[in-house]
């Protein structure tokens, strides 16, 4: 039997986490911005789904160092552009949940995978989308 | 890290310029201390480029150098105001100056030998993508296009 996932709709809502300080920065009009090349990642690119886990879930699950952003599923696909980078393949985000999520330490059903990774230009978009949808902050977590 | 020695490390703490005086009807060259006529965004710029938590101390005099090297050869050009950059730094310790304009954007990573950018142009009938590396002497026009200064990148 051939198992079929349903695609993730254009409208859902994908969360992602930041946390490092030098991946976000303020300026001097205290509007905030994620570094772009942040979303070029080595190794797969992930979003947890909203249809599944809400933003109120969210923000109770994820540890309080890493801050939430979002964009939606239309946004992402839409990073790709065709006439730029004919011969890369559509973007497109994907269902994974996971037995057990190595940041979040549970089990993580709303675990989604971006399809390949993203070239510096879609990066670039997808951080314009993130950083108009920052929903906390990541808390300064001092030593000691 | 970076090529930049103690020697240059210490003059990028305080860099001079050369700006030209009118007195009197006279006009004058005289050294000044660059870092003396900072906008607040580039007061703001100088903040966020100390307080980089990857980033070697020469790799940040090393940025801090360019960025005013730019700064000026922008406003000797234009006679304007370059925008002071949004500043990260990557998980090697390079430091990362992005510029976001309504339609064109560029990312400068300013490695030892060669800066890499990515550049993207979001003009409605000429969305561009571009990415590689640019030599020293190319990134004010990569800046002078990012700025719509120039049409070409």
Request: proline share 7%.
């Amino acid at each position: 039997m051939i198992e079929t996932v349903a695609p993730i709709p254009d409208h859902e809502i994908l969360f992602h986490f930041f946390g490092h300080p030098d991946d976000y920065a303020v300026d001097a009009q205290g509007k905030m911005r994620l570094r772009s090349h942040k979303f070029r990642t080595s190794h797969e690119l992930s979003f947890n789904r909203a249809s599944i886990w809400p933003l109120a879930e969210m923000l109770r699950l994820t540890p309080r160092q890493f801050g939430i952003c979002s964009l939606t599923a239309a946004q992402l696909r839409g990073a790709y552009d065709p006439a730029a980078t004919p011969k890369k393949q559509p973007l497109d985000v994907v269902p994974a949940p996971l037995d057990y999520d190595p940041l979040l330490r549970i089990p993580n059903p709303s675990h989604a995978n971006v399809n390949r990774p993203l070239t510096k230009a879609e990066a670039g978009r997808v951080a314009d989308a993130t950083s108009q949808n920052i929903h906390r902050t990541p808390a300064l977590i001092t030593a000691g | 890290m970076s090529n930049c020695t103690e020697a240059e490390a210490a003059t990028a703490a305080r860099p001079s310029v050369r700006v030209k005086m009118v007195s009197s009807g006279q006009i004058t060259l005289r050294q000044v201390d660059a870092t003396s006529s900072l906008t607040p965004e580039y007061e703001h710029a100088r903040g966020c480029i100390d307080g980089l938590v990857r980033a070697s101390e020469s790799a940040k005099h090393y940025a801090w150098r360019w960025l005013l090297t730019w700064r000026n050869q922008f406003r000797s050009r234009f006679n304007e105001e370059l925008p002071a950059p949004w500043i990260f730094a990557d998980e090697n310790g390079v430091i990362e100056f992005e510029w976001h304009m309504p339609l064109r954007h560029l990312v400068l990573s300013l490695g030892d030998e060669v800066f890499e950018y990515s550049s993207r142009s979001e003009a409605p009938e000429r969305r561009a993508d571009e990415e590689g590396t640019c030599a020293i002497d190319h990134v004010a026009d990569k800046l002078a296009w990012v700025t719509g200064e120039s049409a070409g990148g």
